[in-house]
């Protein structure tokens, strides 16, 4: 057996350390390039472990065929499919090894990322989990942002400072993170009830609470999908699961003092003010005026923010009733985000060459 083949051997008997999560159904292909990513993060003691929400396809040939002697993969197909968070949650609870990550289908991990994360966790024991950069890419891949190039340093970060950090919406990705299996028996599994932020309610309450470790290293690929660009989904889809979100972080910070308290609170408010706002002015794009109506509702009900809630209405109310109108704002919109890409020149400059074709 030549030194290759040994070390080889090495790296396949070596006990886990870490584990990527990968649930998955009907992206076989994209799965493909998630499985690969992870497979080449060049570490001893990975576990890449699939979750099939019982695609019925080709997905399992896939996964069998990316067996390889240096990583350990494993594959469990559901005999039924039982949802998307359920099979999340079944996939975190099967978690045994000291760190884990999760990672979508349909995105993939960046080289170094695990080096980079475990090296940094095993000098900061405290830490309960690294974050590199992810960077938001569309199916085009354009590179829309890569938020945590734009944090103001990098390093450990500790509570109550560690959680102003994620507002604003700066809040890492968890497609980027690497966290420590313990975090799940400190603040439990990802509450089903926030809905669509149920990422950045888990990364919140962990900051709230602990030590966490920021570094500007490129880890992730996140794909962002046209449905989420568009909001064809009610606002009933996620606006309830913000506010479960608020009385969550109210209750982990409960021992922070007034004013840290009361800071905090303000500015996840303040971030959910502009996301009402943002996707309101989106979905008039999209011709989708009854979400920027409900949107507006919210603004009015929720905020007293009539201003801002008179304002989506009024737009509304002109593309509905006037065609051109409607026209003329979508080309607007589009052109604006046109505008958002081409100002990040320097983002597309330094990582376009890690994304990554299917």
Known sequence: MNQKDLSLKKKHQASPVITTIIPTYKRPKSLERAIKSAQEQQ???????????????????????LKRSDSI??????????????????GLNAVKTPFFSIL????????????KALDALDKNPNA????????????????????????????VFLPPDGIMHIMNGMSPTWTGIVFRQEVLEKIGLPDRETLGPS?????????AKFP?????HPSAVFTLHTASFSSTQPLSSFWPGWKKMFVNIEEFI???????????????????????????????????????????EALRNDYHQVALANTLLLISSICENIPVAQKVYSSAYKWAERRIIDRKKEIKTKYEHLIRQI
Do not use: C
Request: aromatic fraction near 12%; avoid cysteine.
């Open 199 to 207: 990422d950045l309610d888990f990364v919140l309450k962990i900051a």
């Open 212 to 216: 966490y470790i920021v570094h500007k």
């Open 254 to 296: 409960a021992d922070y003092g007034d004013d840290e308290r009361k800071l905090a609170m303000d500015t996840i408010h303040a971030d959910a003010r502009r996301m009402l706002f943002r996707r309101g002015a989106n979905a008039i794009a999209q011709k989708r005026n009854d979400f920027a109506r409900d949107a507006a």
């Open 128 to 155: 309960m989990f690294w974050a590199g950069i992810t960077l938001n890419v569309d199916e085009d891949n354009n590179i829309w942002d890569a938020k945590v190039s734009r944090w103001p340093r990098e390093g």
């Open 43 to 65: 570490i001893n003691g990975l576990l890449v472990s699939v979750f099939d929400n019982h695609s019925s396809d080709e997905t399992k040939q896939v996964v069998q065929s």
């Open 73 to 90: 993969l494993t594959y469990h197909q559901h005999e039924k499919n039982i949802g998307a968070a359920a099979n999340f949650e079944f």
């Open 104 to 115: 979508s289908d349909d995105d993939y991990l960046l080289p170094g990322f695990y080096k």
